[in-house]
């Protein structure tokens, strides 16, 4: 079952949409999913992920080589969103 999102929930609806770019099954899109661990995410995507991001929202983020989950992403774009 992939996430469940709160109408309210903004930062999860444009990470959601920036993962749909990626053509990767919702089923798989979960809170506690990492990225390279869990969807197999390689360097080329995880910068087309940040791209997407960066195109719709107007944020930037450098994730580098760390694994970390959508729940943290989400909660990162949120703070970057505040900060903007």
Not at 18 to 43: C, G, H, N, W
Not at 60 to 69: A, H
Request: proline share 1%.
């Amino acid at each position: 079952m992939g996430l469940k999102i709160e109408k309210d929930d903004i930062a999860m609806q444009d990470v959601l949409k920036a993962f749909a770019v990626l053509e990767i099954p919702t089923e798989l899109l979960k809170e506690d999913a990492y990225l390279k661990r869990d969807l197999q995410m390689d360097s080329v995507e995880i910068v087309q992920l940040t791209m997407e991001l960066k195109k719709s929202l107007g944020i930037v983020i450098k994730m580098g080589s760390q694994d970390m989950t959508i729940g943290a992403l989400c909660q990162w774009v949120e703070e970057l969103k505040r900060r903007n």
